[in-house]
């Protein structure tokens, strides 16, 4: 079976930061863009983040530009997500996922088929 495993979640100040880490035992993650989704209660699940298969590729939703920052090593089958300036709404249940072989990444659901389990993040005062 596929999995793949997040975890770095937890409470904090707004303004501090949090390092979300996604790996799996499954699968190499040399060869696919991983991406990071979340979801608010009460909301739709929206893409944060992609990195490409070698990394060449990054993509950031709006929201988060400028203040996350997606990596990967290989060496260690991870992903991150380095989150800086965390803000109230950035509160949610964080996502990766396994992408394609491209060399180009994308936010888009449909583009990953299997998931982890989440991980929450909580900005709160």
């Known amino acids: 079976q596929l999995q793949l495993v997040e975890s770095g979640g937890g409470l904090v100040q707004p303004g501090r930061s949090l390092r979300l880490s996604c790996t799996s035992s499954?699968?190499?993650?040399?060869?696919?863009?991983i991406g990071w989704f979340r979801q608010a209660p009460g909301k739709e699940r929206e893409g944060v983040s992609c990195?490409?298969?070698?990394?060449?590729?990054?993509n950031y939703a709006d929201s988060v530009k400028g203040r996350f920052t997606i990596s990967r090593d290989d060496a260690k089958n991870t992903v991150y997500l380095q989150m800086n300036s965390l803000k109230p709404e950035d509160t949610a249940v964080y996502y990766c996922?396994?992408?394609?072989?491209?060399?180009?990444?994308?936010?888009?659901?449909?583009?990953?088929?299997?998931w982890g389990q989440g991980t929450q993040v909580t900005v709160s005062s």
């Open positions: 499954t699968f190499n993650f040399d060869y696919y863009a």
């Open positions: 996922a396994r992408g394609g072989w491209t060399a180009d990444c994308h936010i888009r659901e449909r583009e990953y088929d299997y």
């Open positions: 990195i490409s298969s070698g990394g060449g590729s990054r």
